[in-house]
């Protein structure tokens, strides 16, 4: 499967010369309908009040450090070796 990569600068100018190259109807429409009529229809759309601040709230984002468990180079070599340390033997209290 082909990597697909973000596109470039220039690539929809491209392709978009591309399509009209190969008759893209948009572009006849575009020669056809006058956008611009649409505008105040549009514009009372976006006019209208919000209802509600729904989705317009900040996030307040907190990172915390967890506790690292680290095991020393010498209890490493010994847990590879089939030796693990003797505290894991014990069993946690349980509540």
Known sequence: MPIRLQPGFFDIHERT???TEM???LVGL???IDWEAFR???N???EKARKSNAGAKPIDATFVEVPRQGNTREENSGIKS???PEEWDKKP???
Do not use: A, F
């Open 23 to 25: 008759g893209d109807p």
């Open 40 to 42: 105040p229809s549009l």
């Open 44 to 46: 009372v759309v976006y």
């Open 30 to 32: 575009n020669e056809q």
């Open 17 to 19: 010369g591309k399509l």
């Open 82 to 84: 089939g030796n693990p």
């Open 93 to 95: 209290v349980q509540s």
